[in-house]
């Protein structure tokens, strides 16, 4: 077992467990991606997006790039949601420009019936990849370990690709549960074993990204996207090496199934920018810690406007006395489009103004 | 002035005002489309998309077609809900299989500032279709009248074409909300004066189609899009002719918004299938009708199947016997992979179990 350096900025764990912080931590979603140029380089230097994934040296290359431009208190694993079906021998590979692509989809009861957990060992670039960030991180910041979340997944192996009405999967949702259910029930299985052996392989939290549950019927997302999710947080080791690993789940446009999406034994839940944060915080209570839940597109505004919208978010959750439990987000990836300076612009503000809402300067001649 | 024949069939706008019906209403929305051979027939005949949505006599057609296939409860003027941004100049198309374009988009200043409420001669060819599709309905059903919400038409008219992230107009919005006010302003004027045009020519209800508020932040969505379809609300005539005109609005994403929606001044709100019916009613209260809201994608399942789904969302929404106020929708637009003869067994299975629904039939050996 590889022995890692102490953790010395644990802001991040805490807040997701609802302990106090000196500040609210701040990660991005896709904080290593293509608005850095050096991100960039190293991608024209591996060759393709999955050539660059795949390979553990790049993968940490990449993890590390923003933590050298901006004081975040998270890595996120450079990986991609979809490694797992990849492993299940559907054929990944990335369109230019479109996305990720599947060769072989699942479209009959015959793919449906030969589809398998993989075998860990197929994924063992991510591992190593964790192993290897985890220990080049030196115990600076956590590193977060994620998967796509069974439904989500599904998504992809049904129909080949993403979609903007779903009506491969949909179809089949509706007139074959049964087929429907079989792919769930596996990957929840898969999932669970894949995230455990990136807990095994460093990672000091994870994340389950349900990018498609809010495309479900309420009703349908219940039974077809949470509850194989809360399978997965139920398989999940939650304590590693000494320390609690603690779980964020996250489903884009989730914002009407809140309270039951807290429900399913996470620690936290992430938020798009659609929803109240004070009004989330209400609903949940002292359940679970939140993330998010900025709009990315507040980053194509001026350096000022940043920063207002920053503290409309932090002031939304509210200050600390109320508590803690705030991990500050995008309440989706960050654009390819945005730039670097506004980053730093909202990490710094989200820093400095969370400190200011824990030790106010109190000033009777203002407040008179 | 045009006088039109008595309504036989006034279920739709009993339920939209919350009062008693025999039935729960139903119409789809998309109605008239693709999915229809004779639609396909009639497009072939008229051109482009844009002749024939502006000739009242295929504008007609089309729009009776369902009519003649299903005992809907309504009929909807076809046309298309960009033809207000059309008519202010910024050259509306269609490219196949790629959805509407803006010849002109407004990208800067200048182009913000030159924008004007367009004369509603302009538009002649909509009220003209209005006009003969309610003369040709006979009164068979009453004749639902529509346009984008102020909203919905900014986002084509900035980003010129639909979008996924709306990274232009969003970027307007945070950097320069004085233009995206402007824009606002003049869309909710010419929506307003469009909408009781329409009423003038002789629709009997309108809808307001919100199709992108979803899309905007928590705090946003009020002030940018909430905010200018309550204007629009304000400035209708709700009685014509001597009948009640009723207003539904309908913001696509914006089941978290429900309280607010419904305070907005209309009559019914429309709802997507991600919202919970009974928990939207529970929200609202006696405040405003409902409309939705099932999957359009479980139209693509077996018709046993169908069938139960439609129990489903009347069951949600509750017996009549709880209050009145359901009008039966899909929770977006029919897509055009669908088959007719599901849309039959839907409208039958929503009239036969709505009217089962109130009057039960009390099998006491059953019972016991």
Redesign the interface.
């Known amino acids: 077992m590889t022995s890692f350096a102490p953790l010395q900025n644990d802001t991040f764990l805490r807040a997701l467990m609802r302990q106090p912080t000196a500040h609210t931590p701040v990660w991005l979603m896709r904080q290593a991606g293509r608005y850095l140029s050096e991100y960039r380089a190293t991608r024209a230097k591996a060759g393709s997006f999955m050539d660059l994934a795949t390979n553990p040296d790049y993968a940490t290359e990449v993890t590390l790039q923003p933590l050298e431009r901006f004081p975040l208190d998270a890595a996120i694993l450079f990986s991609d949601i979809l490694t797992v079906p990849d492993a299940m021998g559907l054929g990944l590979h990335f369109v230019e420009g479109e996305g990720p692509r599947f060769a072989r989809p699942l479209r009959d009861e015959k793919d449906v019936l030969s589809l398998r957990v993989p075998e860990l060992d197929s994924l063992d670039y991510v591992f190593k990849a964790v192993t290897q960030i985890r220990t080049e991180l030196k115990g600076r910041v956590p590193l977060i370990g994620f998967s796509g979340s069974p439904w989500t997944l599904a998504c992809y192996m049904v129909e080949g690709q993403g979609s903007?009405?779903?009506?491969t999967i949909?179809?089949m949702?509706?007139?074959r549960p049964d087929l429907m259910h079989r792919i769930l029930d596996i990957n929840a299985t898969a999932v669970a074993q894949y995230l455990n052996a990136q807990i095994e392989a460093g990672a000091q939290a994870v994340m389950i990204f349900d990018s498609w549950g809010?495309a479900?019927?309420?009703?349908?997302?219940q039974q077809f996207s949470l509850a194989y999710m809360q399978q997965v947080v139920a398989r999940l080791q939650r304590n590693h090496d000494g320390a609690a690993v603690p779980v964020v789940v996250f489903t884009k446009?989730g914002?009407?199934w809140i309270e039951q999406i807290a429900g399913i034994g996470a620690d936290a839940v992430g938020l798009d920018?659609?929803?109240?944060l004070a009004r989330a915080r209400e609903l949940v209570g002292a359940k679970v810690g939140l993330q998010g839940n900025l709009?990315p597109?507040?980053l194509?505004?001026?350096e000022a406007?940043i920063r207002a919208?920053v503290r409309?978010v932090l002031n939304d959750f509210g200050a600390p006395s109320d508590g803690s439990g705030h991990v500050f987000n995008l309440?989706h990836g960050i654009?390819q489009?945005t730039s670097p300076d506004s980053v730093a612009a909202m990490v710094d503000e989200v820093h400095n103004y969370s400190r200011q809402q824990r030790s106010p300067i109190v000033n009777n001649f203002e407040r008179n």
Chains 1, 2 share one sequence.
Do not use: C, M, P
């Open positions: 903007r009405e779903f009506h949909k179809k949702l509706y007139a809010g479900l019927a309420d009703g349908a997302f446009g914002g009407q920018w659609t929803v109240n709009d597109a507040i194509f505004a001026g406007q919208e409309k309440g654009s489009f």
